[in-house]
């Protein structure tokens, strides 16, 4: 009996305990996109961009996301933005030395439904940065996301651009009427994310920006209620083995 009493106890630890933990996640949402956000990470609106960056203002010279969105017209096609991504680009430091870009790698990638133009490229944004791309063209918008971070530091940054990427959804709610800027994508980014001496990195007021917990509490609820329908159905079990030794 007071075995299947812990197992009851335990069972229910487990469904109700774990799967909060699972579900409570930080969400940045705007209003085409929206992913989950690592905890050490912030976002912000930009002018017609949001930026996210880490909250360590140490790290926030080390990488940045930046991200827009507009209405599709007559550039905004796929095959229109894998030429522009297959392009080399020119950047400057602030010694006015001028660098050639490198692309590493362009493919297409499906993430959470939604097929995605994926190419990473080194000196493309800034001297001395790795930048990923991410561009679409989806439900009647021209979207790119670009995550970049220093090559020395690139690797270290690798676990939350993933944790980012694939959790990215395309809105099914995206508004009439435009919210964010319109963008360039063979403009994008440049000097908009970053200052001119490579360092300086966008920062500003947080506008817009949503911490979604939608779901949370009613999810806990179901999860309590199924446990104490685990621990009564083992209860029961137990009252029934009772009253046959007694009998």
Not at 72 to 96: M, N, S, T, W
Not at 187 to 208: E, H, N, Q, R
Request: charge should be positive; glycine fraction near 8%.
């Amino acid at each position: 009996m007071s075995r299947l009493l812990n197992l009851a106890i335990s069972v229910l630890i487990i469904s109700t305990l774990v799967p909060c933990t699972a579900i409570a996640k930080k969400k940045f949402v705007n209003s085409y996109v929206e992913f989950d956000l690592p905890d050490s990470w912030q976002c912000n609106q930009e002018g017609g961009q949001h930026v996210c960056q880490p909250i360590n203002p140490d790290q926030r010279k080390e990488a940045i996301i930046v991200m827009a969105s507009k209405y599709k017209g007559p550039d905004d096609d796929i095959k229109q933005y894998q030429a522009k991504l297959e392009q080399k680009r020119k950047v400057k430091d602030i010694k006015g030395k001028e660098y050639d870009s490198k692309k590493q790698y362009l493919r297409s990638t499906f993430i959470q439904g939604t097929m995605w133009l994926d190419s990473q490229h080194e000196n493309s944004e800034v001297p001395g940065f790795i930048t990923r791309y991410l561009a679409t063209v989806a439900k009647g918008l021209g979207m790119v996301l670009t995550f970049s971070a220093h090559k020395s530091k690139f690797n270290a940054y690798t676990a939350d651009f993933y944790t980012m990427i694939n959790s990215l959804r395309v809105r099914n709610d995206i508004p009439a009427e435009p919210i964010e800027g319109g963008t360039d994508l063979s403009k994008f980014g440049s000097g908009v994310a970053f200052g001119p001496d490579g360092k300086k990195l966008a920062d500003g007021k947080a506008k817009g920006l949503q911490i979604d917990m939608t779901g949370a509490k009613d999810n806990t609820i179901i999860y309590l209620v199924a446990g104490l329908v685990v621990l009564v159905a083992v209860y029961l079990v137990i009252r029934r083995r009772n009253k046959r030794r007694k009998k």
